[in-house]
């Protein structure tokens, strides 16, 4: 038996596959990748496919109160892998139940209208709560600024920033102790939040437009940087790091998914639940299967690993 509690027979089979790069990262990548899609179904069906729409607002804090329990458990959780899996899924929650659908609220309290697709009379461009997320930009890039100089931080993005342009606030505090739960809860949060923004204004036709140049680079920048990230993620060893670099890298990657939807080039089942129940159903059973087994991957396998090698030779 090891010292991670994983004896040597274990490296065969699904869950030795899982210690081993790609497969650590693919793991993590597939997960978050599906959880879009199946974000954006949670919405549909609370909206416009449940009976009872009195109980919309009731559902949500429910759903959001639930993802705070997961933060609660996650940030008391020694285990690594534990609280990064449950922090990821606590933002999921918070995102989807307390955020967006304040949203959706403020939309419906303020009468704000639906913005209508001026090419397919009848249909709606952008849902009201979308139009009132906008409004949102201050406070993201307030927040930004304060992420950016952040010493503590740990992104690979904000610490280039950093060390290139001169925006350096001071050296980390030695033994600061992260909080892996919370950190991952809130770069789920932040992230998606962020990305929401960039399409959003990108759509709007008073701004950019879908299949304007704009939207078109972006569209060519994203999945050049898609395709650098996540070869990058293929290559990781650690679970906890897979993970939390993964989380950026599938919400990158779905915003090429977001765009080619958008342009019709597909139909983007997630949208359209009722009309594809067993599919998404059978969606939602992997993402479980696939999260518990992610939960069980023990962390460390690469230093496991090599010390098994050299007692070998």
């Not at 920033?161 to 033994?175: A, S, V």
Request: proline share 4%; with cysteine.
């Amino acid at each position: 038996m090891s010292n991670d509690g994983v004896s040597a027979t274990d490296k065969g089979g699904l869950m030795g596959m899982l210690y081993r790069p790609p497969w650590v990262g693919l793991l993590a990548f597939l997960i978050v990748f599906i959880v879009q899609a199946l974000g954006h179904t949670v919405m549909i069906v609370m909206e416009d496919v449940w009976p009872g729409e009195e109980y919309i607002y009731e559902s949500a804090f429910a759903m959001g109160l639930f993802g705070a329990w997961l933060l609660f458990v996650g940030m008391r959780s020694e285990n690594e892998v534990t609280a990064t899996w449950l922090g990821f899924w606590a933002g999921t929650f918070l995102w989807t139940g307390w955020v967006e659908f304040a949203f959706v609220w403020a939309g419906n309290f303020l009468a704000v209208p639906d913005l209508m697709d001026p090419n397919l009379p009848g249909e709606i461009a952008t849902k009201a709560e979308y139009l009132v997320m906008m409004s949102s930009v201050g406070v993201l890039g307030a927040t930004l600024v304060y992420f950016l100089l952040n010493p503590e931080t740990k992104c690979n993005m904000f610490l280039w920033f950093q060390r290139n342009m001169g925006l350096k606030t001071g050296k980390p505090t030695k033994g600061f102790k992260r909080n892996f739960a919370a950190i991952t809860a809130l770069e789920t949060i932040y992230v998606i939040w962020f990305f929401y923004l960039v399409l959003l204004f990108l759509y709007n036709e008073d701004i950019a437009g879908e299949k304007s140049p704009a939207a078109y680079t972006f569209f060519f920048l994203n999945t050049i940087w898609a395709v650098y990230l996540f070869q990058r993620l293929m290559k990781f060893w650690n679970v906890t790091t897979a993970i939390r670099y993964g989380i950026p890298t599938a919400i990158i990657a779905w915003n090429t998914v977001e765009l080619m939807g958008r342009w019709n080039l597909f139909v983007s089942i997630w949208e359209k639940p009722q009309d594809y129940a067993l599919e998404m159903s059978l969606f939602t059973v992997a993402v479980i299967i696939a999260a518990v087994l992610a939960v069980k991957t023990p962390s460390g396998q690469k230093a496991r690993l090599s010390r098994e090698e050299l007692a070998g030779k």
